[in-house]
């Protein structure tokens, strides 16, 4: 008997989406802010004390809601 599964790609059932995550990857957040992710690492290397990113390491990783509150309050990105 063939298998039930779907041959599309398996994700965990504990994915959250990524409108409801607390922090995003640079990749994540330019597809959602239709931001490059060039643009994205040169607002985090201009804004060193900014409360929008957190450092994994060496990964940088954008709080969402705080970067939606910073990208409210500026005039250009």
């Known amino acids: 008997m063939a298998n039930s599964k779907s041959n599309v790609s398996?994700?965990?059932?504990?994915?959250?989406?990524?409108w409801r995550r607390y922090t995003l990857t640079i990749e994540e957040a330019a597809?959602?802010?239709?931001?490059?992710?060039?643009?994205?690492?040169?607002?985090i290397?201009?804004?060193p004390h900014e409360d929008f990113y957190v450092m994994n390491?060496?990964?940088?990783?954008?709080k969402r809601e705080k970067f939606e509150r910073y990208l409210d309050q500026a005039t250009a990105v």
């Open 10 to 18: 398996e994700k965990n059932c504990f994915d959250i989406p990524v």
């Open 45 to 47: 290397d201009q804004n």
């Open 31 to 43: 597809g959602y802010y239709h931001i490059g992710e060039g643009k994205l690492r040169m607002l």
């Open 57 to 62: 390491g060496n990964r940088a990783l954008i």
